[in-house]
């Protein structure tokens, strides 16, 4: 696997800073968001260092399938109420243009009662 020494997700990842963990295997983490828009916000990353859905390649699609594979499985878990009347959003920010602001790949998973701070 590969990792950014200065990536603050890569870090996280290896358990050098520590988050309020979800979900975790040898490919995916996923962690409660420190600044929540909503009353459930937690993010799901590789543990590979990918910059942006921008660098991700038909190597990954196997990786991103599972991310959102599990993205409503933890939403329910974490408090997000069933579909169709309850649901979550899913946000891939991608690039400064797209509000990325850490540059490894991550997916925001946001839901529970409105109206939220953002969105």
Known sequence: MQHDPNCLFCRIARGQIPSRKVYEDDEIL???DIHPW????????PKDHVPSLAQVTDAHAPMLGRMLALAPRLALQEGCNPYPDGGHRVIINTGREGGQEVHHLHVHVIGGP???LKG
């Open 114 to 116: 409105r109206p939220w």
């Open 38 to 45: 909503a009353p459930v916000h937690f993010l799901l990353i």
């Open 30 to 32: 996923a962690f409660h």
